[in-house]
């Protein structure tokens, strides 16, 4: 194996297989780097036991490099990737395999670096395009980043630390949840697929740092597999196994209160008595209206003071003399995970979880579940 | 007391504040930011045993807020600080001493913290100015970043973790060393005190972000407590007692070999080479010349692979048969610590420290004891 590409290009491709290959896996020869060289492509594969990636550039397409002779090696990617990125921009790197070694040569720095035993390297497993259907890179990006979060952090019940992705005609719709709240977010898709999939939140967090916003990716899932695949990128990840609840259901229909008010605003308030609110276990915020029809936040801990403010919304509608506690954190990453400029709360009474949707949109909703006032 | 400020000025005064503020210290008073109204100025104080800072602000005349009641209160920092990091920029903070509480007024948000007993805050010691010189911000800064590195981080020998400042006839001197490395930076100064004082690193880190550079500091050292006085600031810290090694001495004379080289070339091929001499103690990379007389530098760790590279240096004299390991990590700390495009390194043989200089400067001096090759 022998070519040569330019230094920038190189460090690029590194960073994104840095992301998932480990630095002390159980599997000692998943902490290096599949390199593979053919007519014209230069292949690189890395990963651990849950994710994988595969990136597979055309060099000669691309007029960053040239291969001079097909081969494959494994490198320990720590190494490797640490003194490519020390090597000097807009010059050209070759890169030879030498007996079991590995030769980078640039201008007048050679390093070699021992290779690792490539028959040890597990194989990619196929996986045929099953109709799952394509998504642009950018709308993805923006359901995992508006969902994710509002996933399970403990490890009580495993289903909940994924994000579930339901296929069903012509739809697919991501929801996450930790019991207390829940954010959801659907699109339209054509599909010949139809199930439901849980994908881990580490998987799903990658994935968006690496694929191309620009590209359409296409979405093959499998039993205990899915692969997202682009014009040059593989991302393999398992899943998660079990039912997911139908949370669907639980989504309140009646409502006594609605308000109109601005995002960013909101946001700023509930950042503001969350400082205040950290004493508690659920970060116990309290939500009120004032008589003049304006919104009112506080929240207080003993021994160090309290904390009012009031925010005029722009539109309120229903019984205003509903108070409701909820918890502030939740209720701030939901609020960071939108972009509108305005968003409706629906409060269904002090005792029912309060839906948060931006204005005039159906395609997302957040549920967060009310707290006891102390 | 009572007085309004505007905002974002009452944000930067809290962040120079927070960084000598403690947040659980041994005597709980400290926890707390002073907060002293007279007349015309507000007036912050805040520290720990060892540091602490006065801040004082002409409200009238910066016509960023007004006094109306003199007063004084001790108020819990952390919740204060990060209370008024949330609060919108650009408004006006209204704030009052109520009892023994501190109420705070932005628009529609209102909160209320309880103070603290400021009986029990201790007093700051008055420093009259004994003469010890006034040195421009900005130099002061570079000269103690280009010097606090070079300090021991270990306790065996605590004078060794302290920036020494030896003030003589019209100059100034700092010094860092941990034995096996040591920079040194002079200026002139006019100065009517002579001896030698040894500060915290951690007092010499927060100064260079707490002052200034377009202001002179006045430098007043007493026996066991320095203040760094400018307009609006006192930054007070206590010393490290003991004697300091007197270094100055050990600096060789006798050079077999000389060159100069562009510094950040240099650093480059030195950092690479660190990344595969990180498995020994002393992170051993040799120095030696080609036959070409080009600079060459390698490194290698068995069972991963080595590095080799060659630099051309602008000039070269003496000796090119030298060949020298030395710690890679001090090496690049010292010239990552200067701004010279050029410098000079010096070599007394293999066995003897190696000098770094920036190139026709003599105010600066870095100094690399060899390790043995293995």
């Avoid at 022998?2 to 020869?29: C, H, Q, W, Y």
């Avoid at 909940?160 to 739809?171: C, K, P, R």
């Avoid at 881990?200 to 692969?227: C, G, R, W, Y």
């Amino acid at each position: 194996m022998e070519f040569t590409i330019d230094s920038e290009m190189l460090k690029n491709l590194l960073n994104i297989m840095g992301r998932v290959i480990p630095g002390n896996p159980a599997v000692p020869i998943l902490s290096g780097i599949l390199l593979e060289a053919d007519r014209n492509h230069l292949i690189l594969t890395g990963g651990d036991l849950n994710i994988s990636i595969v990136k597979k550039i055309d060099l000669h397409a691309t007029e960053s490099g040239e291969i001079t002779e097909a081969g494959r090696l494994v490198v320990p990617m720590k190494y490797f990737h640490e003194l490519i990125k020390k090597m000097p921009n807009k010059t050209m790197i070759t890169i030879k395999k030498l007996n079991q070694k590995i030769k980078v040569i640039n201008g007048e720095i050679e390093m070699t670096l021992s290779g690792m035993n490539q028959e040890e390297y597990p194989a990619i497993p196929e996986m045929p395009d099953n109709g799952g259907g394509k998504v642009k890179g950018s709308l993805l990006i923006d359901m995992i980043k508006e969902t994710q979060f509002a996933a399970s952090k403990s490890d009580s019940r495993p289903v909940l630390t994924g994000l579930n992705w339901v296929f069903s005609e012509n739809q697919l719709t991501m929801t996450a949840t930790n019991s207390q709240r829940m954010a959801m977010r659907k699109t339209s898709l054509t599909t010949l697929v139809s199930g439901s999939y849980i994908f881990p939140i580490k998987a799903m967090t990658e994935l968006i740092q690496v694929i191309d916003k620009h590209q359409f990716i296409q979405i093959n899932p499998s039993d205990n597999l899915v692969v997202f695949q682009s014009e040059d990128l593989m991302f393999f990840t398992k899943l998660i196994s079990g039912n997911y609840p139908d949370i669907e259901k639980i989504i309140p229909e009646e409502m006594v209160t609605e308000v109109v008010v601005n995002r960013s605003k909101l946001l700023q308030g509930i950042e503001r008595a969350n400082l205040l609110a950290s004493q508690w276990k659920h970060n116990n915020v309290l939500f009120s209206f004032t008589e003049e029809g304006k919104i009112q936040l506080s929240s207080s801990t003993s021994e160090v003071g309290q904390i009012t403010e009031k925010l005029v919304p722009l539109e309120l509608k229903g019984d205003t003399q509903l108070q409701i506690s909820f918890d502030g954190r939740f209720f701030a990453e939901a609020l960071k995970s939108m972009k509108d400029e305005l968003v409706s709360l629906r409060f269904g009474g002090s005792l029912r979880p309060i839906l948060i949707l931006p204005y005039n949109k159906k395609s997302t909703i957040h549920l967060i579940s009310p707290v006891r006032a102390s």
